[in-house]
């Protein structure tokens, strides 16, 4: 279905030589930068040269929450980001489960991205899970976005990035005519948790995401940032 060369990431993950994720065959890095309108993930700048200098693609995200507006999000975001053209960007939309109050919204999202949108003159990727884009309860919390992202929403005219624990992944209803780009297939992927105890591990770093890209090796770098 793609190729398995991206991971993400964030502080709480231990980076020891991103030449050795580089050699683990992973192409891309997409690194959390912000969350809400005021924490920075202070890893992500400090981590960027390094990566790059690996030759991995670099990408962002930034994960919402419902205490700001999503322009000040996107603002707030892109001040941290500070995206070059090959940046990917990336907003992660999901269930606060810690704090369900504080879920984004879909008004916030689409702000966000609108925002995100004229700032840059691209439209990030959006990482959501099909049954909260479906705008249903999750199975475990009974939480929803409250609302259905439909195919007239801004947010479908972005490339979806879906998180999906399965062996294969569901389409949210927005993208259906569309497809996925980017496949969250395992979470906190690590040398004593290999997702379904079959893929290869990635050396360098403590923990990661792991996620399938549509596509071979030149589509994932014309892709990128664009």
Known sequence: MGIDAVIDISRGVNVSDFR???RSGILAVIHKASEGGDYADTACAARRPAAEAAGLLWGTYHY???GASGAQQAAF?????RPGPK???ALDLEANENNPSNSMRLDQAEQFVRAVAEATGRLPVVYVHPTWANGDPLPNSGLSLGARITPASILARCPLWVADYHESPEVPAAWADRGWKLWQ???DESPSKPAYGATTIVAGVSHYDRNLFAG???ALH???GT
């Open 87 to 89: 940046t990917l960007l």
């Open 64 to 66: 919402g929450t419902g």
């Open 222 to 224: 014309q892709f990128w």
């Open 185 to 187: 297939y395992a979470a």
């Open 77 to 81: 975001f892109l001040a941290c980001s």
């Open 216 to 218: 071979d090796s030149a």
């Open 20 to 22: 050795q994720v580089k």
